[in-house]
T-cell receptor
Framework: SAVISQKPSRDICQRGTSLTIQCQVD?????MFWYRQQPGQSLTLIAT?????????ESGFVIDKFPISRPNLTFSTLTVSNMSPEDSSIYLC?????????????????FGPGTRLLVL | RKEVEQDPGPFNVPEGATVAFNCTYS??????FFWYRQDCRKEPKLLMS???SGNEDGRFTAQLNRASQYISLLIRDSKLSDSATYLC?????????????FGQGTILTVHP
């Protein structure tokens, strides 16, 4: 498994501002991901944070709105830019670690505790 | 059609009951399958992976039917602490390597 921390744990922001969320993992990992969980909803993948290259964004998410950095194998940031109340959500990072012997493709993802964002 | 569909419940069961959750997925090329558990105001935590042969972990049994694109989770002898939202999760693999697709979750409440 992996120990993942996120900062801040929660924030209340004014519309039009930006917030940068940090994700730190206790071991080097190749793949890190950013998810969003809107109120009452399940998780939706925003992007895959690649070390040494640009993030890969899912449909409906763009770099201008959610710029991502991945400076090394243990750290990533997600910025929520020019926020609106619709961005109020929980933002979670996850990492993929290991795989189960005898079960290819069965890599497992572990999640950070999340950042609760409220935009007024 | 949603990529991963679950019965949202809620399921309200007494302690000691057996409860089963079902999940279907639309991408026949999906490679790996999981059940995650999410407690209120917490992050999802891996409950168990689901293998083609089926697998069991204590009171929990997971089954996968690739032909029907169907995943199940059985909880026996329910405990109060099992109350949570159970998320069916699928990894498409291939060019979508690492991308997890989550179902909406099934809410379980176990009462005394």
């Amino acid at each position: 498994s992996a120990v993942i921390s996120q900062k801040p744990s929660r924030d209340i922001c004014q519309r039009g501002t930006s917030l940068t969320i940090q994700c730190q993992v206790d071991s080097q990992v190749t793949m890190m991901f950013w998810y969003r969980q809107q109120p009452g909803q399940s998780l939706t993948l925003i992007a895959t944070a690649n070390q040494g290259s640009e993030a890969t964004y899912e449909s409906g998410f763009v770099i201008d709105k959610f710029p991502i950095s991945r400076p090394n194998l243990t750290f990533s940031t997600l910025t929520v830019s020019n926020m609106s109340p619709e961005d109020s959500s929980i933002y979670l990072c996850s990492v993929e670690v290991g795989h189960t012997p005898g079960h290819p493709f069965q890599e497992t993802q572990y999640f950070g505790p999340g950042t609760r964002l409220l935009v007024l | 059609r949603k990529e991963v569909e679950q019965d949202p419940g809620p399921f309200n069961v007494p302690e000691g009951a057996t409860v089963a959750f079902n999940c279907t997925y639309s991408n026949s090329a999906s490679q790996s399958f999981f059940w995650y558990r999410q407690d209120c105001r917490k992050e999802p935590k891996l409950l168990m992976s689901v293998y083609s042969s089926g697998n069991e972990d204590g009171r929990f049994t997971a089954q996968l039917n690739r032909a029907s694109q169907y995943i199940s989770l059985l909880i026996r002898d329910s405990k109060l602490s099992d109350s949570a939202t159970y998320l069916c999760v699928v990894n498409a693999g291939g060019t979508s390597y690492g991308k997890l697709t989550f179902g909406q979750g099934t809410i379980l409440t176990v009462h005394p």
